[in-house]
C-alpha cells in the first residue's frame, strides 16, 4: 500500500497568515493527490483533485501543487472559517489511503 | 446535485453485526462509486471499501477482508455496508462517499457504538 505522511500535525496560525500544508508519498502517485478539509462533527469536504483542481464552490484562497511524492496545500490569506482538519488522499492506486490529517488550530 | 444520506446510529454488542445505508438523491446514483471510509473516536480517516453500482462490483480493503459486505440497489439509490463479528475497535462514524474526480461528495455519517 502506498503510505501518504503530511507534515505538520498540527499548526497554529492567525487570521490572515498564508499557511503550508505538505503531503508526501512513498512512492510516485503522479497528480492523483486530493484535499480535504473536515470540521468537527462533520463529514470532510473535498476542496483539491488531480493535485491542483479546485472543486467548485471552494474559495480561490484555497491552492493545490506538486506531482510524484511531494504536494502542499496552501491557504494564501486565513478566514476564521479555516480553522478545522486537513487530510491528503492518494487514488492512484487501491487503497486509498488518507494522510494522517493537520489540525490548524487558532493561533 | 446528488445528496447522500445515511441511516441513523447505531448500538451494538460485540460479535453482532451492523448494516448502514446510503441514499441518493437529486441526481443520477450510477455516476459514483461509492466507498465507505470510517473514523474512530479523535482518529483519522480509514477507507474499507467500494462498489460500482451499475455494475454491483465491490473490492474491500484486506484489512476488512470477510468482515465487510458492500452492497447497491440501483432500484433505490441505496449502498449499504454491512460489518460483521463486531468488537469494540469498531466504535466510529462511518461515512458513505460518492467518487467522480475523488471522494466529491460524503454523507452525514453514522455512529456505531459497539459495547456490551
Redesign the interface.
Known sequence: DIQMTQSPSSLSASVGDRVTITCRASQSISSYL?W?QQKPGK????LI??AS?L?SGVPSRFSGSGSGTDFTLTISSLQPEDFATY?C?Q?YS????????TRLEIK | QVQLVQSGAEVKKPGSSVKVSCKASGGTFSSYTISWVRQAPGQGLEWMGRIIPILGIANYAQKFQGRVTITADKSTSTAYMELSSLRSEDTAVYYCAGQQYAFDIWGQGTMVTVSS
Do not use: E, H, V
Open positions: 486530493n480535504y463529514a470532510p469536504k473535498l483533485y488531480a483542481s472543486q487530510y488522499q487514488s487501491t487503497p486509498p489511503i488518507f494522510g494522517q490529517g
